[in-house]
C-alpha cells in the first residue's frame, strides 16, 4: 500500500552536516511509501553551508525543493513547509537525524482509517532537563489551555496528515515552540481521530541542540496566553 502523494517537510537551521543525511534518508523513504512525493527542505536562515548543500543535491533529487526564508524559529519554519505543500499527506519531522525516516512506513497501513497518524518517542535520546520541560509542558497545557491527557508526546516532529483535514484548521495563531500544541488541540476539538504509534529517538550526533533556550520558553509562555484566548473566542 502507498500513499497517493506526499510532501515531507524538514525544517533546517544549521544543519550543513545533516542536511544531505536527511534528504537520502527522505528521498529513499518517500519512494517506498508513496506514488508522488516532494521533499521540502525549510532553510530558516542558516548561517552555515545548510542551503549550498541542499541546493546543489537538487539536480540529483528532481523532488526536492529548497525554500529559504529568514530565521523565524522552528514554529515559523514547519508552518512555512505547511504552506508550502502541494500534496495530498504531509509528513513533518527534524533534519538532525534523531529519528530513523524508515519508520514511516509503518504508519501507511493506518492511512485508510485515520487522517492524522502521530510518533511517539518510545524512550526520547535527550538530556535531562528536555525531558523535564516536556513532561511541564503537559501539565501546563493541560491546566491553561484543557490539552487532552491521551496524546503521549506533542511535540514529537514525527508526524502524518491529511493535508486536506491539517489546512481546515488553519489559521494558526502561533508560530513559535507551541505549534504542534496548537494544532493537536484544534484537531481534537473537531472530533477527529489521533492514531499515535511509537517511533525510536536517537542523540543528536552533529550540529547543535538549541530547541530549548530561554528565548524559545518565554514565547512559548507568551504564546500559551494568545492560545487561550483564540479558544476562548472559538466557545
Ligand atoms: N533550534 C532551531 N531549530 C530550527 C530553527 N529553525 C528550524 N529548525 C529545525 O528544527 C528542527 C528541530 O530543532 P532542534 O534544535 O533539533 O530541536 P529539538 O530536536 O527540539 O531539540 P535538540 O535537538 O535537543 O535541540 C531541526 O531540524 C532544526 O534544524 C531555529 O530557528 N532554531
Ligand atoms: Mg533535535
Known amino acids: 500500500m502507498k500513499l497517493t502523494s506526499l510532501s515531507i517537510i524538514l525544517p533546517c537551521y544549521n544543519e550543513e552536516e545533516n542536511v544531505e543525511k536527511v534528504i537520502r534518508a527522505a528521498d529513499a523513504v518517500c519512494q517506498k511509501v508513496a506514488e508522488d512525493y516532494e521533499i521540502l527542505i525549510i532553510n530558516d536562515g542558516s548561517k552555515d553551508r545548510t542551503e549550498e548543500i541542499a541546493s546543489g543535491l537538487t539536480g540529483e533529487f528532481p ?6 526564508q529568514a530565521n523565524k524559529g522552528y ?3 514547519i508552518k512555512k513547509g505547511f504552506e508550502s505543500a502541494s500534496k495530498d499527506w504531509v509528513f513533518f519531522t527534524d533534519s538532525d537525524l534523531q529519528f530513523d525516516l524508515n519508520e514511516l512506513e509503518s504508519f ?3 492511512s485508510s482509517e485515520y487522517n492524522f497518524i502521530f510518533g511517539y518517542r518510545i524512550k526520547r535520546a535527550d538530556k535531562f532537563h528536555r525531558i523535564l520541560i516536556a513532561k511541564m509542558l503537559k501539565v501546563w497545557n493541560r491546566i491553561l489551555l484543557g490539552f487532552p491527557l491521551y496524546i503521549k508526546d506533542i511535540d514529537c516532529a514525527f508526524k502524518l496528515m491529511k493535508r486536506e483535514d491539517f489546512l ?7 508560530d513559535g515552540g507551541l505549534i504542534n500544541t496548537e494544532f493537536i488541540l484544534k484537531i481534537h ?5 489521533i492514531k499515535q504509534i511509537g517511533v525510536h529517538h536517537y542523540p543528536r550526533v552533529a550540529g547543535n541542540p538549541t530547541g530549548s533556550n530561554v528565548g524559545v520558553i518565554m514565547k512559548a509562555v507568551r504564546e500559551t496566553f494568545k492560545l487561550r484566548k483564540m479558544l ?3 466557545k
Open 168 to 174: 481546515s484548521i488553519f489559521p494558526l495563531v502561533v
Open 63 to 68: 523532488k526536492l525543493v529548497v525554500i529559504t
Open 232 to 234: 476562548a473566542s472559538q
Open 75 to 77: 514554529g515559523g519554519a
Open 108 to 110: 501507511i497501513p493506518y
Open 189 to 193: 476539538r473537531k472530533g477527529y481521530k
